[in-house]
Structures are given as C-alpha cells and as structure tokens.
C-alpha cells in the first residue's frame, strides 16, 4: 500500500517535471511579444519627437528671417519715414534776405566759401548799392569780340552796367500785394577762376538770379532767369535754355567793368555748333559730356529766430 502511495506520488512528480518547460516557454513567448510591441511604441514616439523639434526649428528660422535687418520694412513704418522727409523739407524754406541766418551757412560752407560769402554782407545786411545789369542790356559779339553783323555767329554777350541798385529795391521790383521775393538757395563760386568768389542768389517765386561780384571795393550785379543758368558745374559752365530742342551751354566772366557772357556749345533743333563753327551731332555731344563736371553746391537759408544777428 505505502509503495503504490509513492508511485503515484513519483508518477505526479514526472508529469509536473515535463509541463513546467512548456509552460515556461508559453511564458516566455508572451514576454517577446510584449517587449516587441513596446519597442515600435518607442521607435514611433521617437520618430514624433524628432518630427515636432524638426518644425519647431523651422518656425524658429523663419521668425528670425522676418526679423532680419534684411527683411522687408513693415508697413507700419513707411508714415515714420513720410514724416521725416517732411520734417527735413519744413526745416528749410524760402526766407526774405533780412531774416537769412547767416551762423547757419557757416556751418555747412567751406572756410573759402564763408570767406566769400562774408564780402557781400554790405550788400545783404546794410543794403550797400552795386552796379547792376539784366539779361535784356546785353550787346551782342561775333568772335572778333565786335558787334555781330548780318550772318555771323553771335559767340558773346556784354552785360554793362547802367545803373546802381540795393537789395530792397531789387527785391521789391517784383513785388505785388501778395508777392514777396524771397531767397531759395544760395552758391558761393568762383565763376571765372580770377580768385574772385561771386554770390548767387536765386529767388522765388519769379525765378530770378542775382550773381554778384566784387571789383576794387565797388559791387556789380547781374540778373538773370533761371532758365538762362541751369545746372551750373564745378568748371563754371552752364545751360541756358531757350526750349527743348535749343540750349546753348556757356561761360561767364567779369571783364573790366561788365560780364562778358561766352557761347560754348549750341544745338538748335538738329543744328549743332561748338566754339561758332558747325559741327555734326557726334562731335557736339562729346564736347557736352566734357563739360559735364559736377554741380555747385546749394546751400538752402534757414529764418534767424534773433533777428539782430
């Protein structure tokens, strides 16, 4: 009896021994595929990690982008910018001569051409007289420097003085009930290159020049429009224009007591000259372009606030 106890008991003992290794692997199995799955669900969470930083970094670069010194402007900002170009423009205007700051042009001209300048103050400041001519005295000359006859090429202009004037009377010989001659800018130049500094005023509204100059402590004066000295350049040539198609491009200088006003080049709707004698159009525009320098500086007035400078 004891000995059939343990053979069921040794029997038990078997069976067990030979299920364990099947339940063990069963076991094991489930384990593999457990872990299999929870490493794709790392792999995927990592591949949406490295997405979501890869447009976060993009974002990031496009913000930097548009916040670039390079980036376009902001709309915003264009009436900042209206604003101070219109604040520039207010700063300078149209000023009568008896209210020029003159502390003002000596701070932005040269020391040669505040020296210049300087030597006209009788003029402007205490209404000193000077010798005046205007464009419409001239007497007309061929190259001969006598008076033109039938036929020949005017190549000179003599302005003589006639008469004596002051700034008051000169501005006021425009004037009207609501018109008021008014200095616009102002060059300090030596027209001839005879170490002589001339002034020149131009004046608004008409568009009138006054060019003056100084002689032996006696004044002389000039008047022209503006359309007779355009574009003046650092080598003292200028235009004066008659239309589009006629402009002549010229030289002036004092000579014993008058302006002596020189006719450089010409061209008259399709008819070119250079020195007075006729050329073709290549020639005349190669002599234009050597005449092309630089132009004069302007120097635009600002109002003295204390009028008894």
């Not at 902001?74 to 003159?102: I, T």
């Not at 429009?225 to 589009?244: D, K, M, P």
């Not at 006729?278 to 600002?302: G, I, K, N, S, W």
Request: with cysteine; net charge negative.
């Amino acid at each position: 009896m004891r000995k059939i106890k343990l053979t069921k008991v040794l029997v038990c003992i078997c069976i067990f021994t030979m299920v364990l290794p099947f339940t063990a692997c069963a076991d094991h199995t489930d384990y593999d595929e457990n872990e299999e799955v929870s490493q794709i669900q790392v792999n995927i969470s990592e591949q949406e990690r490295e997405l979501t930083e890869e447009q976060e970094t993009e974002d990031t670069q496009e913000k930097t982008l548009e916040a670039s010194p390079e980036a376009e402007i902001p709309a915003e900002s264009e009436p900042e910018a209206d604003l101070e170009a219109e604040m520039m423009a207010d700063f300078y205007e149209s000023v009568e001569v008896s209210e020029l700051d003159y502390d003002s042009f000596q701070s932005r001209m040269s020391d040669e051409e505040w020296e210049g300048f300087q030597q006209y103050f009788p003029i402007l400041k205490e209404n000193a007289v000077f010798h005046y001519s205007t464009w419409g005295d001239e007497e007309v000359l061929n190259k001969s420097g006598e008076p033109v006859k039938e036929g020949e090429y005017m190549l000179y202009e003599r302005y003589t003085s006639e008469e004596t004037m002051d700034i008051n009377h000169f501005t006021e010989s425009y004037c009207g009930d609501d018109i008021k001659m008014e200095v616009e800018d102002i060059r300090v130049f030596d027209l001839d290159n005879d170490g002589v500094q001339e002034l020149i005023i131009q004046w608004t509204p008409v568009g009138e020049l006054l060019i003056l100059h100084c002689e032996k402590g006696e004044f002389y004066g000039w008047a022209t429009s503006y359309r007779c000295f355009e574009g003046l350049q650092t080598n003292g040539v200028y235009i004066s224009s008659s239309g589009a198609g006629a402009n002549c491009w010229k030289r002036i200088r004092f000579d014993d007591g008058s302006w002596m006003e020189e006719v450089l080049l010409e061209e008259d709707w399709g008819e070119y000259w250079v020195g007075g004698e006729a050329v073709d159009a290549d020639t005349f525009l190669q002599q234009a372009d050597f005449y092309e320098t630089e132009e004069v500086t302007r120097y635009e007035p600002m109002r003295c606030m204390d009028l008894g400078k």
